[in-house]
């Protein structure tokens, strides 16, 4: 059998490496700048992340209508040219910001800086991010927030884990979403489980199915909330 011929990017071929250097030095200081907002206002911050249709806003609305007696939650929910989820989560009881990045594939901390500074921050105690859908640059621009979380659907198939290695690096929870549809998907659950832990020992993970309700007390627990 011929063999697979691989090109393999060094990180001094990419274009304008320099210039990301700068911008990634430039995101972390205003990432630190945006925890110290959050912290002076007791804000606990969650980094919503993971691909389109996973269940982000799903999981987000979830969590809104349980805590929401407990917290006073806001939102900044971002997305490349819809406000779709601003709308979900303003009708599941949470103020909402939305964040259009137009062809922007991830969020950065200016953006958050901008953002929070629409919200009445004395007035919440609770803020989720969802980022864009994307699992691959969302790495790379921390937020400033708290915890990173996560959210992978069995419907992405067995090889969503460990074809995402820095994003799942980065995280603090791992949700595996829609396992009400794993055995329909050929897709282990257990194997998701197992590859997390491989790339990433610390990280805590949590199975869930918003349409069965299942999962959302551990999510509750790993969340610390
Ligand atoms: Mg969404
Ligand atoms: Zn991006």
């Keep these: 059998m011929q063999k697979n011929k691989i090109l393999k990017v060094d990180e001094g071929e990419i274009l304008d490496i320099e210039i990301e250097e700068d911008l990634l030095k430039a995101n972390k200081e205003l990432a630190s700048v945006n925890r110290k907002t959050f912290d002076l206002n007791n804000i606990k911050s969650v980094n919503v992340m993971g691909a389109i249709g996973s269940g982000k806003t799903s999981i987000i609305q979830w969590l809104i209508k349980e805590l929401k007696n407990k ?13 779709i989820d601003a709308e979900r989560i303003k009708e599941a009881g949470a103020e909402s910001i939305q964040i259009n990045t137009g062809r922007g594939c991830h969020l950065d901390a200016l953006m958050i800086r901008k953002a929070i500074k629409k919200l009445n921050l004395k007035e919440i105690n609770l803020l989720f991010i969802e980022n864009v859908g994307n699992l691959i640059c969302p790495a790379d621009f921390p937020l400033g927030t708290h915890l990173n979380m996560v959210v992978v659907s069995v419907t992405e198939g067995p090889y969503m884990i460990i074809k995402h290695p820095f994003i799942i690096k980065e995280a603090d929870i791992v949700v595996i979403n ?30 869930t199915s918003v349409k069965e309700g299942i999962g959302l007390n551990g999510l509750i627990e790993a969340l610390k909330l």
């Design 71 to 83: 917290y006073k939650i806001a939102v900044i929910a971002g997305d490349v040219t819809t406000g």
């Design 178 to 207: 829609k396992i009400d549809l794993a055995d329909q998907m050929e897709v282990n659950v257990n194997k998701l489980v197992k590859d997390v832990g491989r790339i990433n020992s610390s990280a805590k993970v949590v199975t």
